[in-house]
């Protein structure tokens, strides 16, 4: 099966109600939570995959998304689904009791720690910007962000 590639058509809306579109709740939590950080009553430009501050993204391009939704929807109750600055790098099989999804994002070591670095790497494709809550699809609006700064 092939992937969608590029932005959909029409915009993304997670599922609601009681219905699972993956193998178990907790998929299906992180599933809504990426999907509702893109929804366009959410997010700031969900068709660049943005959802706050200008350049904050979800995923670090519609194929990774695409992927992400994807391997969500198949991930069992015993694996954990890794995304390195918005892209799904690999899942493992670990046990009903560890996380179904680990996010890092944006990492760099100090020597290359810096804004030159970043914007060259993320021209590259192989990192994004996750602002403090939108690579880890947890955005709840700027009290979220004021709760964590503050």
Not at 27 to 33: G, H, T, V
Not at 45 to 59: I, T
Not at 73 to 78: I, S, Y
Not at 108 to 135: I, N
């Amino acid at each position: 099966m092939t992937l969608p590639k590029g932005r959909p058509a029409e915009p993304i809306r997670a599922p609601r109600g009681a219905a699972l579109s993956c193998k178990g709740w907790p998929q299906e939590a992180a599933l809504r939570m990426l999907m509702n950080n893109l929804d366009p009553d959410v997010a700031e430009r969900w068709e660049d995959l943005v959802v706050y501050g200008g350049s904050g993204k979800a995923a670090r391009s519609w194929e990774a998304y695409h992927t992400i939704v994807a391997t969500l929807r198949r991930l069992e109750g015993d694996a954990t689904l890794l995304v390195q600055s918005g892209k799904p790098v690999g899942v493992f099989t670990t046990s009903s009791d560890a996380p179904r999804v680990l996010i890092v994002n944006a990492m760099l070591v100090p020597a290359w720690g810096d804004w030159e670095h970043f914007r060259k790497y993320e021209a590259m494709g192989l990192t994004m910007y996750g602002q403090m809550t939108a690579g880890s699809w947890i955005y709840i609006g700027t009290q979220g962000i004021l709760q964590g700064t503050y």
